[in-house]
Protein backbone atom coordinates (compact mmCIF):
# COMPACT_ATOMS: atom_id res chain seq x y z
CA UNK A 1 0.00 0.00 0.00
CA UNK A 2 2.96 2.19 0.92
CA UNK A 3 3.99 1.83 -2.74
CA UNK A 4 0.94 3.08 -4.13
CA UNK A 5 1.08 6.16 -2.20
CA UNK A 6 4.53 6.93 -2.73
CA UNK A 7 3.42 6.86 -6.97
CA UNK A 8 0.70 9.21 -6.25
CA UNK A 9 3.31 12.17 -5.76
CA UNK A 10 5.11 11.97 -9.16
CA UNK A 11 2.86 13.94 -11.60
CA UNK A 12 2.39 12.78 -15.38
CA UNK A 13 3.82 14.65 -18.07
CA UNK A 14 7.07 15.19 -17.15
CA UNK A 15 10.21 15.07 -19.58
CA UNK A 16 11.18 12.12 -21.03
CA UNK A 17 14.37 12.04 -18.27
CA UNK A 18 11.84 12.32 -15.62
CA UNK A 19 10.16 9.43 -17.38
CA UNK A 20 12.37 7.19 -16.99
CA UNK A 21 13.55 8.19 -13.62
CA UNK A 22 10.45 7.78 -12.21
CA UNK A 23 10.40 3.92 -13.63
CA UNK A 24 13.17 3.55 -11.93
CA UNK A 25 11.93 5.07 -8.73
CA UNK A 26 9.12 2.65 -9.00
CA UNK A 27 11.16 -0.50 -8.85
CA UNK A 28 9.41 -2.09 -6.36
CA UNK A 29 5.94 -1.45 -7.86
CA UNK A 30 7.39 -3.39 -10.76
CA UNK A 31 8.62 -6.48 -8.34
CA UNK A 32 4.81 -6.58 -6.96
CA UNK A 33 2.67 -6.77 -10.20
CA UNK A 34 5.12 -9.07 -11.29
CA UNK A 35 4.69 -11.81 -8.61
CA UNK A 36 0.64 -10.70 -8.62
CA UNK A 37 0.72 -11.53 -11.83
CA UNK A 38 2.48 -15.53 -11.37
CA UNK A 39 -0.19 -15.85 -8.52
CA UNK A 40 -3.08 -15.12 -10.29
CA UNK A 41 -1.90 -16.84 -13.37
CA UNK A 42 -2.52 -20.21 -11.43
CA UNK A 43 -4.61 -19.23 -8.60
CA UNK A 44 -7.95 -21.03 -8.29
CA UNK A 45 -6.67 -24.07 -10.80
CA UNK A 46 -7.04 -27.62 -9.54
CA UNK A 47 -3.64 -28.60 -10.78
CA UNK A 48 -1.54 -25.62 -10.40
CA UNK A 49 1.70 -24.91 -11.51
CA UNK A 50 1.30 -28.87 -12.92
CA UNK A 51 -0.19 -26.93 -15.99
CA UNK A 52 2.99 -25.85 -17.02
CA UNK A 53 4.45 -29.18 -17.01
CA UNK A 54 1.89 -30.94 -18.92
CA UNK A 55 0.70 -28.00 -21.66
CA UNK A 56 4.02 -28.43 -23.29
CA UNK A 57 4.46 -32.08 -23.35
CA UNK A 58 0.78 -32.52 -24.97
CA UNK A 59 1.51 -29.42 -26.81
CA UNK A 60 4.74 -31.92 -28.10
CA UNK A 61 2.53 -34.76 -28.27
CA UNK A 62 0.39 -33.44 -30.83
CA UNK A 63 3.02 -31.71 -32.82
CA UNK A 64 5.26 -34.99 -33.08
CA UNK A 65 2.15 -37.10 -34.32
CA UNK A 66 0.88 -34.70 -36.57
CA UNK A 67 3.72 -33.62 -38.48
CA UNK A 68 5.93 -36.49 -38.10
CA UNK A 69 3.53 -39.44 -38.74
CA UNK A 70 0.52 -37.51 -40.53
CA UNK A 71 2.59 -34.92 -42.42
CA UNK A 72 5.90 -36.88 -42.91
CA UNK A 73 7.94 -34.25 -42.23
CA UNK A 74 11.79 -35.23 -41.09
CA UNK A 75 13.66 -33.80 -38.31
CA UNK A 76 17.49 -32.59 -39.18
CA UNK A 77 19.57 -35.71 -39.22
CA UNK A 78 20.80 -37.29 -36.11
CA UNK A 79 17.94 -35.18 -33.95
CA UNK A 80 15.19 -36.99 -32.33
CA UNK A 81 11.69 -35.02 -33.72
CA UNK A 82 10.53 -34.66 -30.32
CA UNK A 83 13.71 -32.60 -29.03
CA UNK A 84 13.26 -30.74 -32.50
CA UNK A 85 9.70 -29.87 -31.58
CA UNK A 86 9.77 -29.33 -27.45
CA UNK A 87 13.08 -27.07 -28.77
CA UNK A 88 11.28 -25.04 -30.72
CA UNK A 89 8.01 -24.95 -28.21
CA UNK A 90 10.30 -23.70 -25.46
CA UNK A 91 11.02 -20.49 -26.76
CA UNK A 92 7.83 -20.05 -28.85
CA UNK A 93 6.43 -20.62 -24.94
CA UNK A 94 8.15 -17.79 -24.02
CA UNK A 95 7.09 -15.46 -26.43
CA UNK A 96 3.97 -16.62 -27.37
CA UNK A 97 2.85 -15.96 -23.33
CA UNK A 98 5.10 -12.73 -23.04
CA UNK A 99 3.28 -11.27 -26.19
CA UNK A 100 0.13 -12.12 -25.18
CA UNK A 101 0.35 -10.96 -21.60
CA UNK A 102 2.20 -7.71 -22.64
CA UNK A 103 -1.07 -6.99 -25.35
CA UNK A 104 -3.90 -7.41 -22.09
CA UNK A 105 -1.47 -6.16 -19.60
CA UNK A 106 -3.46 -2.36 -19.47
CA UNK A 107 -7.04 -3.50 -19.98
CA UNK A 108 -5.91 -6.14 -16.95
CA UNK A 109 -4.62 -3.03 -14.59
CA UNK A 110 -7.06 -0.82 -15.62
CA UNK A 111 -8.30 0.03 -12.17
CA UNK A 112 -4.93 1.29 -10.92
CA UNK A 113 -4.34 3.32 -14.55
CA UNK A 114 -7.90 5.28 -13.35
CA UNK A 115 -6.70 5.44 -10.26
CA UNK A 116 -3.17 6.40 -9.81
CA UNK A 117 -0.32 7.58 -11.95
CA UNK A 118 2.86 5.84 -12.36
CA UNK A 119 5.14 5.01 -15.22
CA UNK A 120 2.53 2.57 -17.61
CA UNK A 121 5.71 0.95 -19.14
CA UNK A 122 5.85 -0.93 -15.60
CA UNK A 123 2.62 -3.18 -16.43
CA UNK A 124 3.94 -4.26 -19.71
CA UNK A 125 7.17 -5.01 -18.07
CA UNK A 126 5.87 -6.67 -15.09
CA UNK A 127 4.47 -9.30 -17.53
CA UNK A 128 7.06 -11.18 -18.86
CA UNK A 129 7.58 -12.41 -15.34
CA UNK A 130 4.73 -14.81 -16.26
CA UNK A 131 6.18 -15.41 -19.68
CA UNK A 132 9.63 -16.14 -18.37
CA UNK A 133 8.43 -18.69 -15.43
CA UNK A 134 6.84 -21.14 -18.69
CA UNK A 135 10.10 -20.54 -20.17
CA UNK A 136 11.88 -22.20 -17.40
CA UNK A 137 9.22 -25.21 -16.37
CA UNK A 138 9.09 -25.81 -20.23
CA UNK A 139 13.23 -25.56 -20.56
CA UNK A 140 13.22 -27.54 -17.71
CA UNK A 141 11.31 -30.37 -19.11
CA UNK A 142 13.66 -30.44 -22.35
CA UNK A 143 16.72 -30.82 -19.96
CA UNK A 144 15.03 -33.79 -18.88
CA UNK A 145 13.91 -35.05 -22.51
CA UNK A 146 17.98 -34.44 -23.68
CA UNK A 147 18.40 -37.27 -20.72
CA UNK A 148 15.61 -39.47 -22.07
CA UNK A 149 17.12 -39.86 -25.96
CA UNK A 150 20.71 -39.50 -25.07
CA UNK A 151 20.84 -36.31 -26.63
CA UNK A 152 23.19 -34.31 -24.26
CA UNK A 153 23.15 -30.50 -25.01
CA UNK A 154 26.88 -29.03 -26.82
CA UNK A 155 28.71 -26.27 -25.86
CA UNK A 156 26.58 -23.87 -28.28
CA UNK A 157 24.49 -23.38 -24.93
CA UNK A 158 26.41 -20.31 -24.15
CA UNK A 159 24.91 -18.21 -27.04
CA UNK A 160 21.41 -19.09 -25.10
CA UNK A 161 21.51 -15.60 -23.24
CA UNK A 162 21.34 -13.74 -26.76
CA UNK A 163 18.68 -15.32 -28.31
CA UNK A 164 16.44 -15.28 -25.03
CA UNK A 165 17.14 -11.77 -25.19
CA UNK A 166 16.17 -11.25 -28.69
CA UNK A 167 13.14 -13.09 -27.85
CA UNK A 168 12.02 -9.82 -25.00
CA UNK A 169 13.26 -7.60 -27.20
CA UNK A 170 10.95 -9.06 -30.24
CA UNK A 171 7.63 -10.00 -27.39
CA UNK A 172 8.14 -6.93 -26.06
CA UNK A 173 8.57 -4.57 -29.67
CA UNK A 174 4.99 -6.57 -30.79
CA UNK A 175 3.23 -6.76 -27.27
CA UNK A 176 3.49 -2.74 -26.73
CA UNK A 177 1.95 -2.32 -30.21
CA UNK A 178 -0.95 -4.27 -29.73
CA UNK A 179 -1.35 -3.10 -25.94
CA UNK A 180 -2.23 0.26 -26.88
CA UNK A 181 -4.38 -1.08 -29.93
CA UNK A 182 -6.20 -2.98 -27.38
CA UNK A 183 -6.92 -0.12 -25.16
CA UNK A 184 -8.87 1.33 -28.23
CA UNK A 185 -10.20 -0.86 -30.10
CA UNK A 186 -11.16 -3.83 -28.01
CA UNK A 187 -11.66 -6.37 -30.65
CA UNK A 188 -7.72 -6.75 -30.87
CA UNK A 189 -8.21 -8.96 -27.76
CA UNK A 190 -10.30 -11.90 -29.91
CA UNK A 191 -6.97 -10.91 -32.93
CA UNK A 192 -4.16 -11.32 -30.50
CA UNK A 193 -4.97 -15.37 -29.81
CA UNK A 194 -5.91 -16.25 -33.40
CA UNK A 195 -2.43 -14.28 -34.62
CA UNK A 196 -0.25 -16.81 -31.48
CA UNK A 197 -1.82 -19.72 -33.42
CA UNK A 198 -1.35 -18.79 -36.59
CA UNK A 199 2.37 -18.16 -35.70
CA UNK A 200 2.62 -21.63 -34.43
CA UNK A 201 2.37 -23.19 -37.81
CA UNK A 202 4.37 -20.48 -39.87
CA UNK A 203 7.57 -20.09 -37.35
CA UNK A 204 9.69 -23.20 -37.23
CA UNK A 205 8.37 -24.51 -33.97
CA UNK A 206 7.58 -28.28 -34.36
CA UNK A 207 9.61 -28.39 -38.12
CA UNK A 208 13.08 -27.38 -38.89
CA UNK A 209 13.59 -24.45 -40.38
CA UNK A 210 15.45 -26.49 -43.22
CA UNK A 211 12.59 -26.86 -45.22
CA UNK A 212 12.54 -23.61 -46.55
CA UNK A 213 16.47 -23.70 -47.27
CA UNK A 214 17.02 -23.45 -51.13
CA UNK A 215 13.34 -22.25 -51.66
CA UNK A 216 12.68 -19.25 -53.74
CA UNK A 217 11.09 -17.74 -50.49
CA UNK A 218 13.32 -18.23 -48.15
CA UNK A 219 14.98 -14.76 -48.16
CA UNK A 220 11.32 -13.79 -47.19
CA UNK A 221 10.84 -16.07 -44.78
CA UNK A 222 13.92 -15.16 -42.93
CA UNK A 223 12.15 -11.86 -42.59
CA UNK A 224 10.57 -12.83 -40.00
CA UNK A 225 12.48 -12.55 -36.69
CA UNK A 226 10.86 -15.13 -34.88
CA UNK A 227 13.02 -17.72 -37.76
CA UNK A 228 15.96 -16.29 -36.76
CA UNK A 229 15.51 -16.85 -32.93
CA UNK A 230 13.90 -19.86 -33.14
CA UNK A 231 16.24 -21.58 -35.58
CA UNK A 232 18.89 -20.24 -33.65
CA UNK A 233 17.84 -21.37 -30.17
CA UNK A 234 17.11 -24.89 -31.27
CA UNK A 235 20.97 -24.48 -32.47
CA UNK A 236 22.15 -23.93 -29.01
CA UNK A 237 20.31 -27.04 -27.84
CA UNK A 238 20.72 -29.51 -30.27
CA UNK A 239 24.27 -28.21 -31.49
CA UNK A 240 25.41 -28.16 -34.88
CA UNK A 241 23.24 -31.35 -36.03
CA UNK A 242 20.00 -28.57 -36.20
CA UNK A 243 20.06 -26.51 -38.89
CA UNK A 244 20.87 -22.61 -38.67
CA UNK A 245 21.29 -19.97 -40.84
CA UNK A 246 23.28 -17.62 -39.28
CA UNK A 247 22.24 -14.78 -41.90
CA UNK A 248 18.72 -14.97 -41.09
CA UNK A 249 20.14 -13.09 -37.45
CA UNK A 250 20.54 -9.64 -39.30
CA UNK A 251 16.94 -9.70 -40.44
CA UNK A 252 15.63 -10.64 -36.77
CA UNK A 253 18.55 -8.00 -35.22
CA UNK A 254 17.32 -5.06 -37.42
CA UNK A 255 13.50 -5.63 -37.33
CA UNK A 256 13.33 -6.61 -33.84
CA UNK A 257 14.77 -3.49 -32.41
CA UNK A 258 12.67 -1.21 -35.08
CA UNK A 259 9.78 -2.55 -33.80
CA UNK A 260 10.76 -2.07 -30.25
CA UNK A 261 12.14 1.56 -30.31
CA UNK A 262 8.29 2.40 -32.81
CA UNK A 263 6.47 0.53 -30.55
CA UNK A 264 8.03 2.40 -27.68
CA UNK A 265 7.51 5.84 -29.22
CA UNK A 266 3.88 5.12 -30.31
CA UNK A 267 3.39 3.71 -26.57
CA UNK A 268 4.75 7.03 -24.92
CA UNK A 269 2.64 9.04 -26.84
CA UNK A 270 -0.70 7.21 -26.20
CA UNK A 271 0.23 6.25 -22.67
CA UNK A 272 -1.73 9.39 -21.18
CA UNK A 273 -5.15 8.51 -23.41
CA UNK A 274 -5.62 5.47 -21.89
CA UNK A 275 -7.76 6.37 -19.16
CA UNK A 276 -10.24 8.22 -21.86
CA UNK A 277 -10.64 4.95 -22.87
CA UNK A 278 -10.70 2.70 -19.93
Not at 67 to 78: H, Q, V
Not at 134 to 154: E, N
Not at 193 to 212: D, E, I, N
Request: hydrophobic letters at 50%.
Amino acid sequence: MATVQHTTTIKAGGSEKDYWKDLWLNRQLLWILSKRDISVRYKQTLLGVAWSVLRPLMTMMVMVFVFSYLAKIRSDPGVPFPLTVLGGLTIWTFFSSTFQQISNSILINSNLVSKVYFPRLLMPLSSIAVGFVDFLITFGIYVIMTIFFKHPIGWQIVFLPCFILLTFITSMGFGLFFAVLNVRFRDIGQLIPFLVQVGTYVCPVSYSGRLAHGTWFEKYYNLNPLVGIIDGFRWCLLGDESYFNPQSLYSTAIISFLILILSLVYFRRKEKTFVDHI
